[in-house]
């Protein structure tokens, strides 16, 4: 049978979609009109200022009532801050405020900046419409080779992830933006991305009280609005070495609905990910087994026929019975009353002309609130900090790996055959070399691979800049030739990880100075200049150490 106007309608608020351009998009309107989905995710690809975002959500809200939707849109965006910031400004765009990511503001020992800092981000976004941000990380990072979280957890430690991610937690719901903490129940043990492929995790539910859970548990006593389900295996919960935890029911209900007794909304990560769109049947066929298992909100970002998949496999199951519309209704309900507390009125999200004075006034005093973190969160790991002569110094960066589908690869990036980015001095290395260029008359700057030939000056000091080298070990190989050299002339030197820390506690980085920002942002790594040339003390405190796994 056909299924009716209501029960489409009623069908599309379980749904999150993302489109592409600075406007609305055709697809765009096909979704809010003919689907009727009631939540839309912005990405990078959609944000060129704040001012844009506004008009840009202004006309999907009005877009939405046309349609005749009841309540307005949620507008979600991955706001984590510090590298995955979809709504922060980058070299080529002003837009939102950089602020420390999660192990940069653990790395300060205070969650009063971790809720500051999100108050103040959650500020800029309602400012411009947007109601839903897809943070705070819950994850636990406790396998140090993680290749998708990493420097995205507060920590190793479940008691300060939890502490920290509370604190975002706080920050936001005060700035009037719902909180989304995930990746539910944890995908910090693992050195599988889910973008690329589908990571199993095997604990015990004892093992998982004591660390994956323990987050988000204490989110969940907070009061914290929606959760995000990730795409791992988890044998011990889900009884199968298959089905990843988004598309199961004993994870999304049994655990966290009836276990762990949350009421709020439950949103899955993206579908895209290989996790499930390799799966029998892709993205249509998951998202019914996600509503299936009891997922609130599917989340489809990228690609219109996965949109449409989707929602057709959705119908399809429910004229066959194996989706139930009063199960639909009922989950309905929490996404409702997150709408009515996050989004508010009709008369709330539209009709607001964008108020630039007041953002410029308050973006100023972010800055200075950001600038405030960064300094506390850059951390000396080891060793004392040499004091550069006035010569030349010479900054050396790796060229760009992809290591994180999460955060790197703008969309059209080109690439070596390698994986080397074609333009290989990235513009945050740039940026750096031009924070030391600040502070010293004399600055060269080196792009570094793997076959980088040693035998030349190394000036008067070196800041030799590292990028995971943990995993990417040819960093470690170059700096031991460069610090064989450097050792001929008794030339100092200072090993900046920019990202993860975990090289840094490795046998093979001998030097006099071991400094850590936590992220690659232009923010933190100037912060981190001001560091080594004594600006400001090294008061940042690793959130991480190193694990026997990770040892090398």
């Given at each position: 049978m056909d299924l009716s106007d209501e029960e489409k309608r009623e069908i599309g608020q379980h749904f999150v979609f993302g489109f592409h351009g600075y406007e609305v998009s055709e697809d765009a309107k096909e979704l809010i009109n003919m689907y009727h989905v009631g939540n839309i995710i912005l990405m990078k690809r959609n944000v060129q200022s704040v001012k844009q975002v506004h008009?840009?959500?202004?006309?999907?809200?009005?877009?939405?009532?046309?349609a005749g939707h009841r309540h307005p849109l949620m507008i979600g965006i991955d706001q984590e801050n510090g590298?995955?910031?979809?709504?922060?400004?980058?070299?080529?765009?002003?837009?939102?405020?950089?602020f420390p990511g999660a192990m940069a503001i653990a790395a300060t020992g205070d969650p009063e900046y971790a809720r500051k800092c999100s108050s103040a981000s959650a500020r800029e976004m309602k400012a411009v419409g947007i109601n839903w941000s897809y943070s705070p990380v819950g994850d636990v990072n406790s396998d140090s080779r993680n290749p998708v979280i990493g420097v995205r957890s507060f920590g190793d430690d479940p008691a300060e992830v939890a502490r920290f991610a509370k604190a975002v937690g706080d920050?936001?719901?005060?700035?009037g933006v719902a909180p989304s903490a995930k990746h539910f129940p944890g995908h910090g043990d693992t050195n599988i991305d889910s973008h690329l492929g589908l990571p199993i995790i095997n604990k015990s539910r004892t093992e998982l009280d004591q660390t994956e859970l323990k987050p988000f548990k204490e989110l969940i006593d907070a009061g914290v609005?929606?959760?995000?389900?990730?795409?791992?295996?988890?044998?011990?919960l889900t009884g199968d070495g298959e089905t990843p935890a988004s598309l199961s029911r004993a994870?999304?209900?049994?655990?966290l609905r009836e276990d762990l007794q949350f009421e709020g909304v439950v949103v899955t990560d993206c579908l895209e990910m290989n996790a499930v769109k390799e799966r029998q049947?892709?993205?249509?066929?998951?998202?019914?087994?996600a509503l299936a298992a009891g997922a609130d909100v599917v989340m489809v970002c990228h690609t219109m026929a996965f949109h449409r998949g989707a929602m057709e496999a959705t119908y399809k199951a429910v004229q066959t019975g194996e989706l139930h519309m009063d199960e639909l209704r009922k989950s309905g309900d929490r996404i409702t009353a997150l709408k009515r507390k996050f989004a508010g009125t009709w008369d709330d999200v539209l009709g607001n002309p964008f108020d630039e004075k007041a953002?410029?006034?308050?973006?100023?005093?972010?800055?200075?609130?950001?600038e405030e973190a960064y300094a506390k969160s850059t951390a000396l790991i080891s060793g004392s900090l040499p004091v550069f002569s006035s010569g030349k110094i010479v900054v050396m960066t790796p060229v760009v790996e992809s290591l994180n589908a999460a955060v790197d690869d703008a969309e059209g990036l080109q690439r070596t055959e390698k994986g080397h980015v074609r333009n290989t001095a990235a513009p945050y290395y740039v940026s750096f070399a031009e924070s030391v260029g600040r502070r010293a008359a004399d600055v060269e700057h080196l792009v570094y691979a793997a076959d980088f030939d040693c035998g030349r000056d190394f000036g008067d000091g070196l800041i030799f800049v590292t990028r995971n080298a943990d995993r990417s070990a040819w960093q470690l190989d170059v700096l031991e030739r460069v610090a064989t050299q450097a050792a001929l002339t008794g030339v100092p030197i200072v090993v900046l990880a920019s990202c993860a820390p975990y090289e840094l506690f490795s046998r093979r980085v001998g030097v006099q100075a071991c400094v850590a920002s936590f992220e690659y942002t232009c923010e933190a790594l100037e912060a981190a200049a001001s560091v080594i040339f004594y600006e400001v003390p090294p008061v940042g405190v690793s959130p991480v150490c190193i694990n026997i796994r990770g040892q090398y």
């Amino acid at each position: 049978m056909d299924l009716s106007d209501e029960e489409k309608r009623e069908i599309g608020q379980h749904f999150v979609f993302g489109f592409h351009g600075y406007e609305v998009s055709e697809d765009a309107k096909e979704l809010i009109n003919m689907y009727h989905v009631g939540n839309i995710i912005l990405m990078k690809r959609n944000v060129q200022s704040v001012k844009q975002v506004h008009a840009l959500v202004q006309s999907l809200q009005q877009c939405a009532r046309d349609a005749g939707h009841r309540h307005p849109l949620m507008i979600g965006i991955d706001q984590e801050n510090g590298l995955v910031s979809a709504f922060s400004s980058t070299a080529k765009y002003q837009a939102g405020t950089q602020f420390p990511g999660a192990m940069a503001i653990a790395a300060t020992g205070d969650p009063e900046y971790a809720r500051k800092c999100s108050s103040a981000s959650a500020r800029e976004m309602k400012a411009v419409g947007i109601n839903w941000s897809y943070s705070p990380v819950g994850d636990v990072n406790s396998d140090s080779r993680n290749p998708v979280i990493g420097v995205r957890s507060f920590g190793d430690d479940p008691a300060e992830v939890a502490r920290f991610a509370k604190a975002v937690g706080d920050g936001l719901t005060q700035g009037g933006v719902a909180p989304s903490a995930k990746h539910f129940p944890g995908h910090g043990d693992t050195n599988i991305d889910s973008h690329l492929g589908l990571p199993i995790i095997n604990k015990s539910r004892t093992e998982l009280d004591q660390t994956e859970l323990k987050p988000f548990k204490e989110l969940i006593d907070a009061g914290v609005a929606s959760i995000m389900t990730g795409h791992m295996v988890i044998q011990a919960l889900t009884g199968d070495g298959e089905t990843p935890a988004s598309l199961s029911r004993a994870v999304t209900t049994t655990l966290l609905r009836e276990d762990l007794q949350f009421e709020g909304v439950v949103v899955t990560d993206c579908l895209e990910m290989n996790a499930v769109k390799e799966r029998q049947g892709g993205v249509p066929r998951g998202a019914v087994e996600a509503l299936a298992a009891g997922a609130d909100v599917v989340m489809v970002c990228h690609t219109m026929a996965f949109h449409r998949g989707a929602m057709e496999a959705t119908y399809k199951a429910v004229q066959t019975g194996e989706l139930h519309m009063d199960e639909l209704r009922k989950s309905g309900d929490r996404i409702t009353a997150l709408k009515r507390k996050f989004a508010g009125t009709w008369d709330d999200v539209l009709g607001n002309p964008f108020d630039e004075k007041a953002m410029i006034a308050l973006q100023a005093t972010n800055k200075k609130l950001s600038e405030e973190a960064y300094a506390k969160s850059t951390a000396l790991i080891s060793g004392s900090l040499p004091v550069f002569s006035s010569g030349k110094i010479v900054v050396m960066t790796p060229v760009v790996e992809s290591l994180n589908a999460a955060v790197d690869d703008a969309e059209g990036l080109q690439r070596t055959e390698k994986g080397h980015v074609r333009n290989t001095a990235a513009p945050y290395y740039v940026s750096f070399a031009e924070s030391v260029g600040r502070r010293a008359a004399d600055v060269e700057h080196l792009v570094y691979a793997a076959d980088f030939d040693c035998g030349r000056d190394f000036g008067d000091g070196l800041i030799f800049v590292t990028r995971n080298a943990d995993r990417s070990a040819w960093q470690l190989d170059v700096l031991e030739r460069v610090a064989t050299q450097a050792a001929l002339t008794g030339v100092p030197i200072v090993v900046l990880a920019s990202c993860a820390p975990y090289e840094l506690f490795s046998r093979r980085v001998g030097v006099q100075a071991c400094v850590a920002s936590f992220e690659y942002t232009c923010e933190a790594l100037e912060a981190a200049a001001s560091v080594i040339f004594y600006e400001v003390p090294p008061v940042g405190v690793s959130p991480v150490c190193i694990n026997i796994r990770g040892q090398y």
